[in-house]
């Protein structure tokens, strides 16, 4: 039986920061954020849209009424929940109208959240062949104003349906995996922007990579040649970039040039958007599917989990037959088109709102017509949730 991503769904926030603008604010020369970085605009998350409304609205784009009756497993992986205690994901069902047989969690570890709920759902599935299981990457990445981690900052969500027989990507049962207590990149509790150290979180992202991905070739066999696109957790898109260059001379010069355009596409949506955290890698495969034509049933995909922390997963799964009938790529390009610029002192103005959330009675708003649902304020202590604009 192949278990794997049966439907995928994402959601990003409508407004955004031009980084080109931003450098010149910042006096820093924009082809260091655009080319060297790699990053055009970042997305902007307006009070009323946060990790649990994010979440919601990534995944009421894909699921039916038959899926939602079907869910017996929702999990979210985030690292900017919005409760200590309370799993974020018992909202998400209740908003989305998920069967209430369901075990509902939230899971932390950096980036690599949403990987490690992919796997809990993948081996529940091959428990549970009828059942179905939500998984769902959604986070606010925050680094402060005027910080040299800014231009990787951004905001959105991924839903990822896990069912036995996908029809986008069954995922191989083996994975590789390591693990080592490092600080690269953490968030005190009592801060919401993250303490990083930059460089060396890139260095331990490269080390990782290989030692997983050479790990995954001793169990599987497999030779670089095997894949015909590799996609990675992306904090900013050149990082993945950095890191297939350390393997590429493991194949020849065509399929060397072959990996690196496919990487291209999987970092379209990344550009525009920036570090979702936890939804990254599952964005950049998502903009890969939506994007690269040249793509074929069959195909090998390599996926690179990295959180923080660190956690490590390299893993991967085959194309299905007919994953193009899956997708609707029209629907980002219009999201995409249809966001807000924000001039930078809006952008600075928000930042500096949204680091003393929280406020009581406070009545937000949405005029976001992608956002079924968003964050409407605090009454008694109790998050609201509301349906906007479209609802579903
Ligand atoms: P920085 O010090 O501002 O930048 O930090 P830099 O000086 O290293 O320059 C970046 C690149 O731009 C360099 O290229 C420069 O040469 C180039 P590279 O050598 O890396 O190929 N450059 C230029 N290119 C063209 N024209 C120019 C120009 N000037 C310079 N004029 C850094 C950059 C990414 C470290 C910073 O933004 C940061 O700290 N970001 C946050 C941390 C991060 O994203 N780390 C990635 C790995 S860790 C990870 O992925 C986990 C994470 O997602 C968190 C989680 O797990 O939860 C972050």
């Known amino acids: 039986m192949e278990i794997g991503i049966d439907k995928i769904g994402m959601y990003t926030p409508n407004q955004y920061v031009d980084l080109v603008e931003l450098a010149i604010h910042r006096k820093i020369d924009p082809d260091k954020f655009t080319i060297g970085i790699g990053q055009d605009k970042m997305a902007v998350a ?51 109208g998920i069967s209430n047989k369901a075990r509902v969690l939230e899971i932390k570890e950096a980036c690599y959240g949403a ?5 809990f759902a993948k081996l529940h599935i091959a428990q549970n062949p009828k059942a179905k299981a939500l998984v769902i990457g959604s986070d606010i990445a925050r680094y402060g104003l005027d910080t040299s981690g800014e231009v990787t900052q951004g905001a959105g ?41 930059g460089k060396y979180s890139n260095e331990a992202y490269i080390k990782f990579f290989q030692m997983v991905f050479e790990d995954y070739q001793q169990q599987t066999g497999y030779q670089l040649s095997d894949f015909a696109a590799m996609v990675f957790h992306l904090p900013y898109t050149k990082m993945g970039l ?3 260059r350390k393997v590429l001379d493991q194949t020849d ?26 939804g990254s890698l599952y964005l950049a495969f998502l903009s890969l599917i939506n994007n690269d ?42 999201m995409f088109e249809n966001r807000t610029k924000l001039s930078i002192a809006e952008y600075e103005a928000q930042f500096k709102k ?13 005029t976001d017509l992608n956002a079924p649902y968003y964050f409407a304020g605090i009454q008694a202590k109790q998050r609201q949730y509301k349906a906007g604009a479209k609802s579903v």
Do not use: C
């Not at 029809?167 to 600080?183: G, K, P, V």
């Open 354 to 366: 949204q680091l003393t959330p929280g406020i009581e009675a406070q009545k937000l708003i949405t």
């Open 242 to 244: 950095k890191a297939l």
């Open 293 to 334: 034509m040249t793509l074929q049933p069959g195909m090998r995909i390599g996926l690179y989990s990295y959180g923080s922390g660190a956690v490590g997963e390299f893993f991967s799964g085959t194309l299905q037959g007919n994953y193009l009938d899956m997708l609707d790529p029209m629907h980002y390009l219009e």
């Open 157 to 197: 969500a991924v839903a990822l349906l896990v069912a036995a027989n996908p029809r986008i990507l069954a995922l191989d049962m083996r994975s590789a995996y390591y693990s080592s207590e490092i600080n690269d990149f953490w968030r005190p509790l009592d801060q919401l922007i993250a303490e990083v150290d």
């Open 115 to 119: 990987t490690a709920g992919l796997q």
């Open 253 to 278: 010069a065509a399929h060397q040039d072959s990996l690196q355009q496919h990487y291209q596409q999987s970092t379209l949506y990344s550009r525009r958007i920036g570090n979702i955290y936890t």
């Open 46 to 96: 307006p009070l009323s849209q946060d990790t649990i409304s994010m979440a919601a609205n990534a995944a009421a784009q894909i699921l039916s009424d038959a899926d939602k009756a079907a869910i017996d497993l929702v999990i979210l992986g985030t690292e900017s929940g919005v409760d200590n205690s309370k799993a974020g994901a018992l909202y998400v069902q209740r908003l989305l």
